[in-house]
């Protein structure tokens, strides 16, 4: 359990943010809209896992787990709206 939330859900997530991130330093918009997709898209599969494997925990660190796991998925959801309503201005701008 520890081994999908630390790896999978946190590690490849940050990894995932800096791409986003570097794009962004290095105004690359196709990598940045991308990154988005990836997020996007890699997020709903690791929530599912870590809601999962939540049950194999004791039952203080499964509850955790799976609030940790709801505040993730609003926090992404609004980080990923923001972000490509950016980005969308930003290709209108030209």
Do not use: K
């Amino acid at each position: 359990m520890a081994g999908v939330f630390w790896v999978y859900g946190i590690f490849v997530s940050a990894e995932l943010a800096m791409l986003h991130v570097i794009a962004l330093y290095l105004d690359q918009l196709w990598v940045q809209q991308a990154a988005i997709l990836a997020f996007a898209l890699y997020t709903p599969w690791i929530l599912v896992a870590i809601w999962r494997c939540a049950g194999n925990a004791a039952p203080f660190w499964a509850t955790m787990v799976r609030w940790l796991n709801v505040a993730w998925a609003l926090n992404t959801a609004f980080i990923l709206l923001f972000l490509q309503f950016d980005l969308l201005l930003r290709y209108a701008q030209g």
